[in-house]
């Protein structure tokens, strides 16, 4: 008998299956990312090198970061011949005889602080010294007063006709270190004339006194 086969077999003998579906989880994972670096050419390389070089510079300008503000700096001081003040304080003692040393005040009064590291003279025949050394220290909380020691040495080298002697007084601060010449009135010229006539008692070396009447100065 015949008659027609439903869900017969190919022609071949073999069974039409069709196409494999795969199962559930064995799909193929897909393939990683190639990294940045492969996908850039190399001039492309360089651009981008350069553009992160950039961008880090700008964000160090903007923030220093790490390091602090630095202080700002002190004021200077004005220089020590503007604070300081000299002043004549008067002799030590009365005039001693011939050849004696002699010793004269001089005080020494500051709006800053100030040293007073040397005091000297221009005449040959009269040394000067301070009794303590020098240098010492002068602020406005302690004024100091030198005692200065003078000895003539040659009295042909004395100030016959010094009106207005002058003392030269070297001061330093942390500004700068002048010399000034200190002119100390006409009292100090007296004094020192007295002490001078006692110790050079020839009557052609002198000092001088003029008559008028001269301020305590200084001259740089």
């Known amino acids: 008998m015949s008659g027609a086969r439903h869900g017969g077999a190919a022609p ?5 299956l069709g196409p494999i579906e ?10 990683p990312p190639l990294p940045l670096h492969h996908l850039l050419s190399g001039r492309q390389k360089i651009v981008l090198a350069a553009v992160f070089a950039a961008v880090a510079v700008v964000l160090t300008l903007r923030h220093p970061g790490r390091d602090p503000t630095p ?4 004021e200077a ?3 020590p011949s503007v604070v300081s003040h000299l002043h ?9 005889g011939p050849g004696q040393v002699f010793a004269l005040r001089v005080s020494a009064e500051a709006d800053r602080p100030y040293e007073v590291v040397a005091v000297r003279q221009s005449y040959p025949g009269l ?26 040495t040659d009295c ?13 007084v070297t001061l330093r601060n942390t500004r ?45």
Do not use: K, W
């Open 88 to 96: 004549y304080a008067g002799p030590v003692s009365p005039p001693a």
């Open 71 to 74: 202080a700002p700096a002190a």
């Open 77 to 79: 001081p004005p220089v």
């Open 22 to 31: 795969p199962a559930e989880g064995t799909e193929a994972p897909p393939p």
């Open 12 to 16: 071949g003998g073999h069974g039409h």
């Open 176 to 220: 700068a270190i002048e010399t000034v010449s200190q002119i100390l009135g006409t009292q100090y010229a007296r004094d020192l004339s007295q002490r001078l006539h006692s110790a050079c008692p020839i009557s052609g070396y002198r000092t001088q006194v003029s008559a008028h009447a001269v301020t305590n100065t200084h001259v740089r």
């Open 127 to 152: 040394s000067v010294t301070v009794t303590g050394g020098l240098p010492v220290t002068v602020t406005p909380e302690r004024p100091v007063l030198l005692t200065v020691e003078y000895r003539v």
């Open 156 to 168: 042909a080298g004395a100030p016959p006709d010094a009106g207005m002697p002058f003392l030269d």
